[in-house]
């Protein structure tokens, strides 16, 4: 009786295997080396055997050679045959015809105590289940007409193709790949897989794994991010120099973008690179000693290891240049056809808009549009997911060009639904006014009326006043919906143990301590003007993606507690006080003042002590956490003050909103002191307070006010000036 064993590039303890060098049989135990010439077995075998060994030889004790023994070795015709099972033993020391236990098989958790494995079904089994079986030269074959970045994929299919493919005798097919798609050839400092890796296999960092990292540091061998860059390069006056010559480095001329980072020099080293190189010359000295410790002809040593480490660097800078050129070249070509691709799809969008109707000019715009520039085909499905997001531009453009060229008829359409729609405006509270579309938005995103105006007759066009009130019907619901889900999502990123829960979400989110960021504009702001913010950088329209601004919530508390107020303040009843507040932790500044310099710091209100909290955290000029000092009112009342929003913002609570029946577009007043006057004058309000008397516009971002305090080196008064 005969039994088959199989040889991988290690060989099992109590196998029976040939020598590649000597061909001799040999029976080994525990080992993997030979007992006639010693050569240890390892990957660099020439080949793949398949040994056929009588059954009582399996017995052996001996490492001796068997003499006279009948030993039939073959190479292996297929994967399948050469690694069975596509899996291979990973340790040496295991006996390979011991009896493991067997796998606990998969089960379907939704059926108890059913034992039928759950797996690939027999159709996408069947789809490369003879791929093992096939024979290794076809396989071979196969695999030098793939991309390398398709070979790194194979070798995390199963440890057969993993084996087979790492194995040094496989570089001949990494080498026909990188041919195959004119990438560089392997360095000789590099295995082909740790090549393709590198080219192909992932733009992710090498030391954080942060993504995307493009590009790639090709004279030190690996892709880095901005951070990592920073922390792990070493500048010129960080590296004796006289081994600069002999670590690899990075001049940017490779293609990197080290010099548009935070280190300004030319050349830069990798300081695991030059911590490696001084650990390897240290040990030269130990290695240049006899067994008596004298050293032997250290400076030959250090002669020769200096040399080859220089022409090793001369030869990976001149392979760093081939590479960055190729990768110019890739990139380049790469570039090119994905603007084929938008070129392309743009087209198919105006074809199917022209195709609805519209003009050509209506469509210029569109090519701004991010779904319009993405480099990827147009299909139907595509089509019917982007049509809803494209729609409001192509009316708004055909609303302009109707609108100057449409003549009297669809001027006087258009100015019946901005009439009804002014209408609707004037009944809605403030928070909802917020929310509500301009009118040139709501004609262009109902795609009824904008049809009905674009189609109809005349101004007494039935579908125009049927399909406007329609519209309207929808809206207000609609904006209540969002305001709730809004309020709703708010509440929920406070912490539980901050606020009872009896407490409604309008009042949660309305506390002076709810601070939040809009994670796209990343700009703070309160609770009520988060919940009416509308984001220009949002991918998608009415769309919010809030968190919750602790630096900003621990400036709110910090004020609190110069106040002596609790925290169930509101940000209403913050803005009703006349507080000011100057931050000790800014650098003072010199400024012009009666035709002196003086020096001075800025005052600010609560408001815009948050957006300065926030937005000093990174900044080099600030020294540290901000420290607040609370001014005086009789400093508050010298001063002359900044409002940061130029935008029209307050609106009175006391008369339905102003609305330009032309433009449909509410009117607000400039300033506070307008609005003030307005309610002294046609309310007869002798001292207007904000929420009562008056508002501001929750859709625009408020970000407070400011005035500088400057300090006279002379007599130490205060003074203001802008």
């Known amino acids: 009786m005969w039994a088959t064993y199989f040889v991988p590039p290690f060989l099992p303890a109590r196998t029976v295997s040939t020598c590649g060098p000597c061909q001799c049989s040999v029976a080994v135990r525990g080992r993997s080396d ?98 093992p079986t096939m024979s290794l030269d076809v396989l071979f074959e196969i695999f030098e007409h793939l991309h390398p970045s398709d070979l790194l994929s194979l070798t995390r299919v199963n440890k057969g193709f993993r084996y087979l493919l790492l194995s040094r005798h496989s ?97 830069h080293w990798w300081d695991e690179d030059v911590a490696a190189f001084c650990a390897e010359q240290t040990a030269l000295k130990d290695i240049s000693r006899d067994p008596d410790g004298r050293v032997t002809n250290i400076k030959a040593t250090v002669s020769e290891f200096l040399a080859k480490k220089k022409e090793v660097v001369a030869t990976l800078r001149n392979h760093a240049l081939i590479c960055a050129a190729w990768e110019r070249d890739r990139n380049a070509d790469r570039s090119s056809k994905l603007t084929d691709v938008r070129v392309k799809r743009f087209e198919d969008i105006k074809f199917r808009f022209l195709h609805l109707g519209y003009f050509e000019g209506d469509l210029n715009n569109l090519s701004r549009h991010r779904e319009v520039r993405m480099s990827k085909p147009m299909s139907n499905r595509v089509w019917q997911r982007i049509e809803p997001l494209l729609r409001p531009l192509v009316n708004e453009a055909r609303d302009r060009r109707l609108t100057r060229d ?47 105006l674009a189609l109809g007759i005349g101004p007494d066009h039935p579908p125009i006043t049927d399909r406007t009130v329609e519209a309207i019907n929808r809206l207000r619901p609609e904006l209540e919906k969002r305001m709730r889900e809004r309020a709703r999502l708010l509440r929920s990123l406070l912490p539980q143990s901050d606020i009872s829960e009896d407490v409604t979400d309008d009042k949660a989110i309305s506390l002076a301590t709810s601070v939040y960021e809009c994670t796209d504009c990343r700009l703070p702001t309160s609770g009520l003007h988060m919940l009416a913010h509308n984001c220009d950088r949002a991918q998608k329209p ?73 937005g000093s955290r990174n900044e080099r000029w600030h020294k540290g956490n901000p420290s607040w000092c609370l001014v005086g009112s009789t400093e508050i009342a010298a001063m002359s003050w900044e409002e940061f ?78």
């Open 34 to 131: 030979c007992g006639t010439c010693k050569y240890r077995g390892d990957d660099k075998l020439p080949a793949l055997l398949i040994i056929q060994v009588p059954m009582h030889l399996t017995q052996l004790s001996s490492t001796e050679p068997v003499m006279g023994t009948s030993i039939v070795a073959r190479e292996p015709t297929s994967l399948s045959e050469a690694y069975p099972g596509g899996r291979l033993p990973t340790n040496s020391n295991r006996r390979l015809n011991a009896q493991h236990p067997a796998k606990r098989p998969r089960v379907d958790p939704a059926k108890p105590g059913h034992n039928a494995r759950v797996g690939l079904s027999k159709k996408v089994l069947g789809r490369l289940s003879e791929l």
């Open 171 to 267: 570089s001949f097919v990494w080498n026909a790949c990188f041919k195959y798609c004119r990438a560089p050839t392997t360095p000789a400092d590099m295995t082909p897989p740790a090549w393709a890796r590198l080219l192909f296999g992932g733009a992710y960092c090498y030391s954080c794994g942060a993504k995307p990292v493009t590009r790639i540091l090709f004279s030190l061998r690996r892709r880095a991010c901005k951070s990592c860059m920073t922390s792990h390069l070493l500048c010129l006056s960080k590296v004796p120099e006289d081994i600069r010559d002999m670590i690899r480095s990075d001049s940017g001329n490779s293609g990197s973008t080290i010099h548009q980072s935070r280190l300004s020099c030319n050349n």
């Open 542 to 614: 009415n769309t919010l993606h809030p968190q919750l601004s602790e630096q900003g919530r621990e400036t709110v508390e910090t004020l609190l507690q110069l106040l002596e107020l609790g925290r169930n303040t509101t940000a209403l009843d913050l803005d009703r006080r006349n507080d000011k507040f100057v931050c000790m932790c800014c650098s003072q500044g010199t400024f012009p003042q009666n035709g002196e310099e003086v020096l001075g710091r800025c005052v600010r209100d609560w408001r815009s002590c948050v957006t300065h909290a926030v």
């Open 406 to 452: 449409g003549g009297e008829n669809y001027r006087l359409r258009r100015q019946l639904v901005l009439a009804e729609y002014a209408a609707f405006l004037r009944t809605l509270p403030p928070i909802l006014l917020a929310l509500s579309p301009t009118a040139t938005e709501f004609i262009c995103e109902n795609q009824a009326v904008a049809d009905a």
């Open 645 to 722: 929003t130029n935008t029209h913002a307050y609106g009175c609570m006391r008369c339905p909103a102003r609305i330009d029946l032309n433009s449909g577009s509410v009117q607000w007043y400039n300033k506070v002191s307008d609005v003030r006057v307005h309610a002294q004058i046609e309310h007869g309000r002798n001292k207007p307070q904000e929420g009562e008397d008056f508002f501001f516009n929750y859709g625009v971002r408020r970000l407070g006010c400011r005035a500088l305090l400057a300090i006279d080196p002379g007599n130490g008064s205060m003074t203001s000036s802008l």
